[in-house]
């Protein structure tokens, strides 16, 4: 009787690896691993994985590298939307999985798999992501989650491993760290208490620079195109550039609290230098190169974005043509963003763009008015007034005049 294949997103951790095991051993099926890297994986990360994963009974070990279609697809709509989750998260991790959920997915009916298994718990949001891409994309395909079902401890997982002939180090570490292109989450210990903030221990990323330094940043039409005069071509690469030199200085680190799918409240720490600054700059080129409005309802949709991308909805249609409005609101978004970085911070310090709205042969606020006169401007503002003044005037003569 020929074996059912089962494709296991696998992270090469404790719970990842108990399923291969328990896949294999006590359902009989043949486990197909894979690991979809967004960026937050190197080679030799990658190769220990596929390592991992042969040796406790994978069929076969396939590595995904979507990183740049995760910045074709995601990335690049947070920066043009300046995508920030509660004013503070750039949506690091939550963008990610949704797009290693496609990956997996699309892997496990290339190989004609019956089942696609994952190993994320059922008290969080990555759970969602997973299971409902997976029926959006493959409903013929069955879900297998022990991690949810099985409710085990990790000392159980580390004994069965055990008596299946698998030992490893599969020591505790005292914060769980996600590290992807697009920023490193970090939980554990005082991200569980709301009155507890992460030491510097905790972030990856040590402060290493001190003094202050600056980096300018060129956008083309709304994407990153250089760093310090350096073109780039490859905007992973261009990214990658950033986060190299901002890290240094501890810059991007924050703790976000918000509303999780499943509806409880969640907490994490994170640091995201490149992430961070380079939504800043854009955000500074585009108050200088967008109209009023246009800034207005670019802001309205960039949030609905971020919120619908966060909450598992990337493939909901309307994020399609988010997508175009958000591309569209671009066309003039060029030029450089000079920023001055230091210890712990950064400080935007201004922008040269062909595009600058500020540069017009109209005025300059606060000191010289050229397309109008005196006389304009007075008539302007009594037109302005006109409806609060008759509001103001039909109250009185209603005998209920308002108090301001």
Do not use: C
């Amino acid at each position: 009787m020929e074996r059912k294949k089962v494709v296991l997103a696998f992270s090469g951790g404790l719970d990842t690896s108990f399923a291969v095991k328990y896949l294999t051993e006590e359902k009989g099926y043949d486990v197909y691993t894979a690991i979809a890297n967004t960026g937050g994986f190197n080679d030799e990360d990658l190769a220990a994985i596929e390592q991992r994963a042969l040796a406790l009974g994978a069929v076969r070990h396939a590595t995904l590298d979507i990183t740049q279609d995760y910045y074709q697809r995601s990335i690049r709509y947070m920066v043009y939307g300046n995508v920030l989750r509660g004013g503070t998260y750039p949506i690091s991790v939550s963008s990610e999985r949704i797009f290693q959920a496609i990956a997996t997915i699309n892997y496990a009916k290339q190989i004609g798999a019956q089942y696609v298994a994952h190993g994320s718990t059922g008290a969080g949001n990555d759970q969602v992501r997973f299971d409902l891409t997976f029926q959006v994309l493959a409903p013929e395909i069955g879900i297998i989650t022990l991690t949810r079902d099985l409710a085990l401890t990790r000392e159980q997982e580390i004994e069965y491993l055990r008596e299946h002939g698998f030992e490893a180090d599969f020591t505790k570490l005292e914060y769980s760290i996600n590290k992807g292109l697009w920023g490193t989450s970090v939980g554990g210990k005082e991200t569980l208490h709301s009155d507890q903030t992460l030491p510097e221990e905790a972030y990856p990323s040590p402060l290493s620079a001190t003094g202050t330094e600056t980096l300018t940043l060129g956008f083309e039409q709304g994407e990153l195109a250089s760093v310090n005069g350096e073109a780039f071509t490859d905007k992973v690469a261009a990214i990658r550039a950033v986060e190299a030199i901002a890290s240094r200085y501890a810059i991007g680190r924050d703790m976000h609290i918000g509303d999780t799918i499943v509806g409880i409240k969640g907490r994490v720490g994170f640091e995201a230098a490149a992430p961070i600054v380079i939504i800043a700059a854009h955000k500074m080129l585009e108050k200088h190169t967008l109209t009023k409005w246009q800034a207005y309802w670019k802001e309205q949709i960039g949030t609905w974005y971020g919120m619908f991308l966060h909450e598992a909805q990337y493939l909901d249609p309307v994020m399609r043509d988010m997508e175009r409005f958000l591309e569209s609101t671009q066309r003039n978004v060029s030029g450089e963003v000079i920023i001055t970085l230091r210890p712990y911070t950064y400080q935007l310090v201004g922008v040269k763009s062909a595009h600058d709205l500020m540069n017009n042969d109209f005025g300059e606020y606060g000191e010289v008015m050229k397309a109008w006169t005196p006389d304009d401007v007075k008539g302007f503002i009594k037109m302005l007034a006109t409806p609060m003044k008759i509001y103001y005037g039909v109250q009185k003569h209603a005998g209920k005049p308002e108090e301001v």
